[in-house]
């Protein structure tokens, strides 16, 4: 393969004429020019060559067209520039070398100072994508992986995964409490792919009622039913050349589990109401915040279908299990809200640190983030001290003066302050407090009422 950076051009043209008419007149533009006469060939040297750069003839006198040879080109390497060349009588067709993901067309007859004017704007191109792929490769290397705040020795395992899988297709599955922050997980795999420059699309299939999931999954043809006013494209049609985020996937249906196995196998779906199959090489992540071997020991989710997401397992760890990224976590969300809110900005006491470090948080950093933009904006002086933080945190850092006499008891109490910690973090709504302890609402009454909770 070619060094890296590099500005390699591909010619593709069935006339050895014009193939090396523009061989010559790129020579100066270019750091390597090769040529091709045919769709087989130029793929050949395309798979073993870095060309930067592919200009192909939409007619071309052999197997492919010109345009299918595009989306293969596309389809093996997104970030590659393509300029279609095209004939006067065929403007439609440049117009869907366009939508296909050509960089740009040329029409016939062609002006090779118009061409070389294009190699240019493709090789600009080209180094602004080599400067931001080694910008992210530094910051993967030093750790400050996305926006993920971190220091110790529990995310670093986590970071190193990241780094390992990153620039694969490899799908993933994210697994993890909520609030832990899967879907940064899932952006810090996109961000340091070669899919980087494409979409980033998350849907949380949670918060989807069936009805709505395939419409939202797949899109929708005008008229496919009542309501469906225009052509609505799905997530994985969105996601095209680049990353779809699938999270909460336990929550789908056994339907929509189907489906998706479907998609995954195949790479290929249809628009509700609609006959073209169409197809998306997205790279699919998933994230979970449940047991799935639970699931599927249920009969709740399929296990040939965890089996092709969960390829590469990445395992988030809580935030009671990475208490020493806490200061770092609280220090980043007071600059933020402290400017965000329009704020002096704050600092925190040693005394509210220890508890802040000290809590259970069930809400992992979600939760913790939270409390914290709660406090920027009511608290009244520019040091946050341990009356300010708020009241379930500062009860479960009090020293109980009855000791638990016995394991049970201690368990017990455990169980009682982090009932009593998630019922504030979701503001006393039951069903979500139920689901951020990964418990059913039956249970989570059961709980409350054997603790003499209302």
Same mark, same amino acid.
């Given at each position: ?6 500005f ?98 040329i ?6 100072n ?7 704007k ?39 995964q990241? &780094?390992?899988?990153? $620039? /694969?297709?490899?799908? #993933? ?5 909520? @609030? +832990?922050?899967? !879907? ?8 340091l792919?070669d ?9 949380n ?71 073209n ?5 997205? &790279?699919?992540?998933? $994230? /979970?915040?449940?047991? #799935?071997q639970?699931?599927?020991?249920? @009969? +709740?989710?399929? !296990? ?151």
């Amino acid at each position: 393969m070619e060094r890296a950076g590099r500005f390699g051009v591909l010619i593709v043209d069935d006339e050895p004429n014009i193939r090396s008419g523009f061989a010559k007149g790129l020579a100066t533009e270019a750091d390597v020019v090769d040529t091709a006469g045919s769709a087989i060939e130029a793929l050949e040297k395309f798979q073993t060559h870095e060309h930067a750069l592919v200009i192909v003839d939409v007619r071309l006198n052999c197997e492919m067209t010109g345009l299918e040879l595009l989306r293969k080109i596309i389809h093996l390497r997104p970030q590659t520039a393509v300029i279609v060349i095209t004939a006067h009588g065929t403007v439609e067709t440049a117009v869907d070398a366009m939508r296909s993901g050509a960089f740009d067309f040329i029409l016939k007859p062609v002006d090779l100072n118009l061409v070389r004017q294009q190699v240019r704007k493709a090789r600009l191109h080209f180094e602004l994508l080599t400067e931001n792929a080694l910008l992210r490769h530094q910051l993967a290397e030093s750790g400050e992986i996305s926006r993920i705040v971190a220091g110790g020795a529990a995310m670093e395992e986590v970071f190193r995964q990241i &780094r390992q899988v990153a $620039a /694969t297709e490899a799908t #993933v599955m994210i697994h993890g409490e909520s @609030g +832990t922050g899967k !879907e940064l997980i899932a952006r810090a795999l996109h961000d340091l792919s070669d899919r980087s420059n494409g979409p980033f699309i998350a849907v949380n299939l949670g918060a989807l009622p069936e009805t709505l999931l395939e419409s939202e999954l797949f899109g929708h043809e005008k008229g496919a039913f009542s309501g469906a006013i225009r052509q609505k494209p799905g997530c994985f049609e969105q996601a095209i050349g680049g990353t779809l985020f699938l999270d909460e996937v336990t929550e789908m249906s056994p339907k929509s589990q189907v489906d998706l196995l479907r998609v995954l196998e195949t790479g290929e779906f249809n628009r509700i109401g609609g006959e073209n199959r169409l197809q998306s090489d997205a &790279r699919i992540i998933s $994230a /979970t915040n449940r047991s #799935v071997q639970d699931l599927i020991d249920d @009969g +709740t989710f399929r !296990e040939d279908l965890f089996y092709r997401l969960n390829i590469i397992p990445i395992e988030v760890p809580p935030l009671r299990q990475r208490r020493e990224d806490i200061p770092l976590l609280v220090q980043h969300f007071l600059e933020h809200f402290c400017s965000r809110h329009r704020k002096d900005l704050k600092t925190i006491s040693s005394e509210a640190m220890q508890i802040l470090t000290s809590s259970p948080w069930p809400g992992n950093v979600r939760q913790l983030r939270n409390v914290i933009e709660r406090m920027v904006i009511v608290g009244a002086g520019n040091v946050i001290d341990v009356p300010d933080l708020p009241s379930d945190l500062r009860k479960a850092s009090r020293p109980n003066p009855t000791q638990p006499t016995s394991l049970a008891e201690a368990l017990d109490e455990c169980e009682k302050v982090t009932i009593q910690a998630a019922l504030e973090a979701c503001q006393m709504h039951r069903e979500h407090t139920a689901k951020l302890l990964g418990v059913s609402v039956r249970t989570l009454h059961y709980k409350m009422s054997r603790h003499g909770m209302h």
